[in-house]
């Protein structure tokens, strides 16, 4: 009996032993279990082994009061692919050249004006918002017969979209009654008008709306405009303007006679390989004057101080020189834009904008020449901006800064601002 006692109470530990051994292992097993996301044991991972998805683990953020992740910065533009039915199309951007409307242009973000032409085919415009990467296809209508001529076929399309050579050429034609248009000298004239005054005008327009306002073609004949375009043209380096400019001083029309200057600007249009400019030369010798010998070589060749001399001697006539405000201009111009100027073409130039001596008058130029200059430390531009101040020509009246500049000039020794501050004592 004692000994099933026996038995029975170790059969009883055996099972007691068994499960404590199970019970140990499921709870080793239990801790040590990892997640299948981030790696760690499952009772380590911040989401007990079940990660929510990326859109969920934003929403969590956001409920749980934590910062919303930052979104990516937008870009600044994006690629546009364009395609046209005409092959001969040319696309204008904002204006500007695109060529042909094919393959993809990269564009800003935001609205663009676009304007497709292509001879023998109406204007195609509208405008686009860039907000992504996408396509767009222009389907362009032929013309009735609009474009009849070679002339327009050639020219009219890029010049209506204001191609500066093309309105120059088709002038050309109408001019001439040349590429199936018939002789018009006042079309012609409204042409090389729109080239002249187009930013981009490599002087052609201005070259031929001087020879017209010069002789007559198509407006009132006007030797003072003629000359004025002849000098646009001139100074942009087109040989017909150079010599039409200097037959106009040659013969006094429109300026003051000056054979000097007639030479001088024959010269430039000879280097260029004109040949009626050459022929003249050949048939008349005009001997140097002082402000040649002494300062035009020198001031050809950049030297800034002779392109300002030359300047003030045309603008008071001396050295054998005319009194020409408009080769002043030219010179002092030289002078304001050469890369070591100090200051006294861009003086001068203020006071010949202020006073409409060579130019047409503006005081808003004036006042950006006259601070170039007084920025340089030029004494004359710092006592002439303060007197665009004083008045309000070409600024806001502003007595404070008038008086700035003027005490800066009187400062460096001009007696004229020390009149002024005398004059003016409040």
Not at 260 to 271: D, G, I, L
Request: glycine share 12%.
């Amino acid at each position: 009996m004692k000994y099933e006692k026996r038995h029975w109470m170790a059969r009883l530990c055996l099972v007691f032993s068994a499960l404590l051994m199970t019970s140990a292992t499921y709870a080793q097993s239990t801790i040590t279990r990892k997640c299948g996301t981030c790696g760690k044991a499952v009772s380590e991972c911040k989401y007990k082994g079940k990660h929510p998805k990326p859109n969920q683990q934003s929403s969590q953020h956001s409920s749980q009061g934590g910062q919303r992740p930052q979104q990516a910065a937008q870009p600044s533009g994006y690629d546009i692919s364009f395609s046209c039915n005409a092959s001969n199309a040319t696309m204008y951007i904002d204006g500007a050249d695109y060529g042909h409307p094919s393959g993809s242009r990269y564009l800003k973000r935001g609205s663009h004006s676009v304007r497709v032409v292509a001879d023998g085919y109406q204007d195609y415009t509208t405008t686009i918002n860039v907000s992504g990467s996408t396509s767009y296809h222009f389907s362009m209508q032929a013309r009735q017969g609009t474009y009849s001529t070679e002339a327009e076929r050639l020219y009219r399309a890029k010049a209506e979209a204001g191609n500066a050579y093309s309105q120059c050429e088709l002038g050309i034609c109408y001019y001439r009654g040349d590429k199936g248009v018939a002789k018009d000298y006042v079309k012609a004239v409204e042409w090389f008008r729109r080239a002249a005054n187009n930013s981009s005008s490599d002087g052609g327009g201005e070259e031929w709306l001087g020879f017209c306002y010069y002789y007559g073609y198509g407006v009132t004949k006007d030797y003072t405009l003629g000359v004025k375009w002849h000098r646009a043209a001139a100074v942009k380096g087109r040989r017909g303007g150079q010599r039409n400019l200097a037959l106009a001083y040659a013969a006094g029309n429109g300026v003051t006679k000056s054979l000097v200057t007639a030479r001088y600007w024959m010269k430039k249009a000879q280097a260029k390989g004109d040949s009626e400019a050459q022929t003249w030369l050949r048939n008349n010798s005009v001997a140097e004057v002082e402000a040649e010998r002494q300062y035009l070589s020198s001031a050809e060749s950049g030297n800034v101080t002779s392109q300002t001399w030359m300047g003030i001697y045309y603008w008071r006539g001396q050295k054998g020189l005319p009194q020409d405000y408009g080769q002043a201009v030219y010179w002092f111009t030289l002078a304001a834009n050469n890369t070591n100027s100090d200051g006294s073409g861009e003086e001068w130039l203020g006071l010949c904008y202020e006073n409409g001596q060579g130019v047409d008058r503006d005081y808003s130029t004036a006042v950006y020449w006259h601070r170039r200059g007084a920025d340089k430390g030029r004494r004359g531009a710092m006592r002439n901006l303060g007197y665009c101040y004083a008045g309000g020509r070409g600024v806001t009246k502003d007595m404070s800064q008038a008086r700035y500049w003027i005490q800066r000039a009187a400062d460096n020794g001009d007696t004229y601002a020390q009149d002024w501050l005398r004059n003016n004592p409040n």
